[in-house]
């Protein structure tokens, strides 16, 4: 019962990982109103939320609750689902420094501004943690079947 909890919190934090995302993704403008400037920067924490929880969860289960981590360390799969993770979050970085910088002026009650490089940069940004999101899936899927 304690490995199918585990894979259960497991799975909700992945699917709110990318939910979060794909909504941050919609609601991202260079100029955005103040609420929805609050509404990114809350998302944006629980993006990292759902990432740590992902993480940790999922190393809990790999290393006691699953098939053990020399089974895991020895898959291919697994360790390219795993690159694939890195590169999702080292290309969330540049989008939480930015909304994390917005904290002035949104406790100030004034709504953020976006140089149009930037809101480029961080859409774009999105948009590969979203395709990764797929190759992420894959592995999992290939995985799951004994690959």
Known sequence: MTSSFFAF????????????????????????SLPVARRLMRLDML????????????????????????????????????????AIALLSVYPTI??????????AGRAPQVSQGRASAISILMRLQLALVAGVLFAAAVMAKGG
């Open 9 to 32: 919190i497991h799975h909700v934090a992945a699917f709110a990982l990318v939910a979060v995302l794909a909504a941050e993704h919609m609601l991202f403008e260079p100029k955005p």
């Open 47 to 86: 993006y990292g939320i759902s990432a740590a929880v992902l993480i940790g969860v999922g190393l809990l289960r790999a290393v006691y609750f699953e098939k053990g981590w020399a089974y895991y360390s020895a898959s291919p799969y697994f360790l390219g689902k795993m690159a694939l993770f890195a």
């Open 98 to 107: 930015v909304f994390l910088s917005w904290r002035k002026d949104v406790k």
